[in-house]
């Protein structure tokens, strides 16, 4: 255990797959940029981070800058990602970049912020909460889910982020929404994608882990498998809250995350006494 990152478990997380360096405009990517993130890494204990900036600022994203990255801290790996967004107007040209640059991506993360209204995220806090109001939160839910599963099945991603981002605000579903989420994670199962325990959920109105303790079991029964992530859209925000995420995921006996190289995805363990895997044969 690191100073940095406490726990009362003997976990250790150490990969952050969920990061945004240029934040919320195009920055393009340069040393000045991106090593004040490795820096972070380091500090917290991390030996793995993921770049995962919005599709909508691919502009800013150099596959060299990245590689000059790497040659100067050989110590840590680091990915290339991007986060692919359901932005009905943006996306398109995201998701062309992506199948362009696909073989120089170590991953894609899919994202659901967009509901019915193509001019603001639902996930603005506070104003995105106006697109609740006065509406039926089941069905608020339920649509969600359809569009989470739309994304899953784009073929260009491999793992979903924030995978229950609707309850951000605190609205709830009044129904039993477990249909719905168990039928989400087997799609995801199927596509063989993964989820994220995403810390971000601990810093927003809703004040929960994404996802909830029942997705996560329910994620566990399917054999789903699991990311840590911070979505830090700041180098100070990186792994944050990871000793309390260690606590959870020692709760619920989750030992192992994934990582990914290329979109190949490897288990690794985040607690002692987990056998390595077995050596390819
Ligand atoms: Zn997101
Ligand atoms: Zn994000």
Not at 2 to 17: K, V
Not at 75 to 100: F, T, V, Y
Request: net charge negative; with cysteine.
């Amino acid at each position: 255990m690191t100073a940095e990152q406490p726990s009362t478990t003997n976990y250790q997380l150490f990969s952050d797959y969920h990061t945004h360096p240029q934040g919320h405009r195009v920055q393009p990517y340069t040393q000045a940029l991106l090593q004040p993130w490795v820096d972070s890494a380091r500090k917290m204990a991390l030996s793995e981070i993921v770049f995962t900036d919005h599709d909508r600022y691919h502009a800013g994203i150099s596959f060299d800058a990245i590689d000059r990255l790497r040659e100067g801290n050989l110590d840590l790996r680091i990915r290339a990602g991007i986060e692919l967004d359901n932005d009905p107007i943006r996306s398109a040209a995201g998701r062309k970049w992506i199948e362009q640059h696909w073989n120089k991506l170590d991953f894609v993360l899919g994202s659901v912020h967009f509901l019915d209204r193509a001019d603001q995220m639902f996930d603005t806090v506070p104003a995105g909460a106006e697109q609740f109001e006065g509406k039926d939160i089941d069905a608020i839910y339920a649509d969600y889910f359809r569009r989470v599963r739309e994304i899953a099945a784009s073929g260009l991603v491999d793992c979903l982020a924030h995978v229950d981002l609707i309850k951000i605000h605190g609205h709830r579903p009044s129904a039993e929404i477990d249909a719905i989420v168990s039928e989400t994670l087997d799609f995801i199962r199927s596509r063989d994608l993964a989820i994220e325990l995403s810390t971000a959920g601990w810093r927003k109105p809703v004040n929960e882990l994404y996802p909830s303790d029942r997705i996560i079991e329910l994620a566990m029964e399917k054999g789903v498998a699991f990311t840590t992530a911070s979505d830090a859209h700041s180098h100070v925000q990186l792994a944050e809250n990871f000793a309390r995420l260690a606590e959870k995921m020692s709760i619920f006996g989750i030992r192992e995350v994934c990582v990914f190289e290329k979109h190949r995805r490897e288990l690794r363990a985040v607690s002692p006494g987990v056998a390595e895997a077995p050596p390819f044969l």
